[in-house]
């Protein structure tokens, strides 16, 4: 399975960015993960194949997770952005279990840069 992503780039605080992740194949769990500068990568946000979504505190209400099936493609609506959430960000794909454990997923995308500027 082959993930790959765009929609990376520069942008002001409060603004919006639209990222996406297309796959070779339709895969059950697809979730997004972001390594800040000097920090570990954590888990962002996580969608099963029947829709049900996940956030974590920091991006709830700024963040939405949606798939199409029928594309085979994640996007991640990014809305109302800080500094903050300047990161890699990593698209992933498993068929185990949906959760924040990268263990769980055995795909990965290459990594889009998001930049936000103050």
């Known amino acids: 399975v082959q993930l790959v992503e765009s929609g990376g780039g520069s942008v002001q605080s409060g603004g919006s960015l639209r990222l996406s992740c297309a796959a070779s194949?339709?895969?059950?769990?697809r979730a997004w993960f972001r390594r800040a500068p000097g920090k570990e990568r954590e888990g962002v946000a996580r969608?099963?194949?029947?829709?049900?979504?996940n956030y974590i505190d920091s991006v709830k209400g700024r963040f939405t997770i949606s798939r199409d099936n029928a594309k085979n493609t994640l996007y991640l609506q990014m809305d109302i952005v800080k500094p903050e959430d300047t990161a890699m960000y990593y698209c992933a794909a498993g068929t185990r279990f949906c959760s924040y454990r990268e263990e769980d997923f055995a795909y990965w995308g290459q990594g889009t840069q998001v930049t936000v500027s103050s």
């Open positions: 194949e339709f895969i059950y769990c």
């Open positions: 969608i099963s194949s029947y829709g049900t979504t």
